[in-house]
């Protein structure tokens, strides 16, 4: 009977996992449709921290999650349009333009919330989504906690990939996507609007990216506060590169970073005479080792980060 309490262990880290990687997931999910149409969102860090602010704005102003999230996704698809005036039609270079955003995003949060919240800089805490155990499935051992006891946008991530999934591999305007990203020249000699799929894309980067900073304040920790994701973002653009830009592998990479950030916390309450930050580092030594290790024979999409100019030759 020894191993019983081991179990419950594992379920813990487990359930913790999925929640801390379904940040990361959302941000994740943007990523590839922002790469895939031939753009690369590096802001994804500043959309997510974008996001949270427009949930935490959102919900404060109205007393509702529900108009909280609809704030942080329609705050974090204008970051989308933005990077897409920058990169698609002022041809600015994708890497520095997303490094603006990031910065914009940091900055802009941290005057509004202030602005917003007082002093306290965001501190004020927020009504938000609880968790929604599925009856019977959320007891089971093991594997009941994490995957049927979580809350609605957890709940909502798996299905959102499917769709991603479906629409890019099995519809025209997702074929229309990933051909941006491949051949964006013969895709315009087809009739088809180059600089609109990647407009589109990039604002629907911009809003998942956005649903990831929605649930760090509406179901983790109710509050906003400066640099809340942390990382997050540079992360999820490290779980692209690992899932070879398909929405599935890239969610599913998400989850073993979330994975090793519910250990590292194990880690910290199991040993408190070691100092936490060694603990801290283990999410992002992961990630930096993981694509050293698996990044090999991976290609990108053959038009990512280049600019289109139909009028050139």
Request: charged fraction near 10%.
């Amino acid at each position: 009977m020894s191993f019983l309490p081991d179990i419950g262990l594992i379920a813990v880290l487990l359930a913790s996992g999925v929640r801390l990687a379904t940040p990361i997931g959302f941000a994740a999910l943007g990523g590839v449709l922002a790469e895939r149409s031939g753009v690369y969102n590096v802001g994804l860090e500043g959309m997510m921290l974008w996001g949270a602010f427009g949930a935490a704005a959102g919900t404060y102003l109205t007393g509702s999650p529900v108009a909280g999230l609809v704030a942080g996704v329609l705050l974090g698809a204008v970051a989308g349009l933005l990077l897409a005036l920058l990169c698609v039609s002022l041809a600015v270079n994708q890497l520095v333009a997303g490094i603006a955003i990031n910065l914009l995003c940091a900055g802009l949060t941290a005057f509004l919330a202030r602005a917003l919240f007082g002093l306290a800089g965001g501190g004020t805490a927020v009504s938000g989504f609880a968790s929604l155990p599925v009856p019977y499935l959320s007891g089971l051992p093991l594997i009941g906690p994490a995957l049927f006891n979580q809350d609605p946008l957890a709940y909502m991530l798996p299905v959102l990939v499917a769709a991603v999934t479906i629409c890019l591999y099995r519809t025209q305007a997702g074929l229309r996507l990933r051909a941006a990203g491949e051949g964006p020249r013969a895709v315009d000699s087809a009739g088809v609007n180059v600089t609109a799929v990647r407009y589109v894309s990039l604002a629907l980067s911009g809003a998942f990216a956005a649903a990831g900073g929605c649930h760090l304040v509406l179901c983790q920790v109710y509050i906003f506060s400066e640099g809340m994701s942390a990382g997050k973002g540079f992360i999820a653009l490290a779980a692209i590169i690992l899932g070879r830009w398909h929405p599935v592998g890239a969610v599913v990479a998400a989850l073993f970073f979330g994975l090793c950030d519910a250990l590292q916390l194990q880690l910290q309450f199991s040993n408190p005479l070691v100092p936490y930050q060694i603990f801290l580092i283990l999410p992002f030594a992961a990630s930096l080792v993981a694509l050293v290790w698996f990044n090999k024979g991976t290609r990108q999409p053959a038009a990512t980060g280049t600019v289109f100019d139909r009028e050139a030759r």
